[in-house]
T-cell receptor
């Protein structure tokens, strides 16, 4: 049973525009959420995170929003750049240090 | 100052054989995780170590899978009697500790193919 879901397998955005990647989860016990970026033949790289007690965290061009009542989080990238083209994974931490990952969204930023 | 390394990068084996996958974490990182990533899926938790001990092995799919970390640094994931369904990329990650904000650093993975 997939506890973290990314329903969009792929997304294409023009360079300079906003990219919005979405993630839904089912377990209300998750207390920390993360986004990872993955290039081919490499392991995922941490991008940004948010605690369950917050609703927004910003780091440069990247902002993560958390809506606990909807069990939904999103990653906004503004402005999108061609180098942002990668697969993005949403992940959630379950108390006890287990992490659950979504299936990923492949982002393509078109120059 | 290297990151997490994994060897081999690729492993092709025959059904029924035994394989060992190695992970070298970042020096000083006490926590080490193993994940399996099948095609089109996200990383799936297998086991994590805090120091030398397996703190949570609930993700290991069956008793053919075993992992060790005898000196609290390098870890080996061992798979006995491999099956075609074991084919996947096996990822290792290390963390400095188990604080919420302690980032997981992933290795490049070992691609296992069972023929």
């Amino acid at each position: 049973d997939q506890q973290v879901k990314q329903n969009s397998p792929s997304l294409s955005v023009q360079e300079g525009r906003i990219s919005i990647l979405n993630c839904d989860y089912t377990n209300s016990m998750f207390d920390y959420f993360l986004w990872y970026k993955k290039y081919p033949a490499e392991g995922p790289t941490f991008l940004i995170s948010i605690s369950s007690i917050k609703d927004k965290n910003e780091d440069g061009r990247f902002t993560v929003f958390l809506n606990k009542s909807a069990k939904h989080l999103s990653l906004h990238i503004v402005p999108s750049q061609p180098g942002d083209s990668a697969v993005y994974f949403c992940a959630a931490n379950f108390p006890g240090n287990q992490f659950y990952f979504g299936t990923g969204t492949s982002l393509t930023v078109i120059p | 100052g290297a990151g997490v390394s994994q060897t081999p990068s690729n492993k092709v084996t025959e059904k029924g054989k035994y394989v060992e996958l190695r992970c070298d974490p970042i020096s000083g990182h006490t926590a080490l995780y193993w994940y399996r990533q099948s095609l089109g899926q996200g990383p799936e938790f297998l086991i994590y170590f805090q120091g030398t001990g397996a703190a949570d092995d609930s993700g290991l799919p069956n008793d053919r899978f075993f992992a060790v970390r005898p000196e609290g640094s390098v870890s080996t994931l061992k798979i006995q009697r491999t099956e075609r369904g074991d084919s996947a990329v096996y990822l290792c990650a290390s963390r400095l500790g188990l604080g919420l904000t302690d980032t997981q650093y992933f290795g490049p993975g070992t691609r296992l193919t069972v023929l």
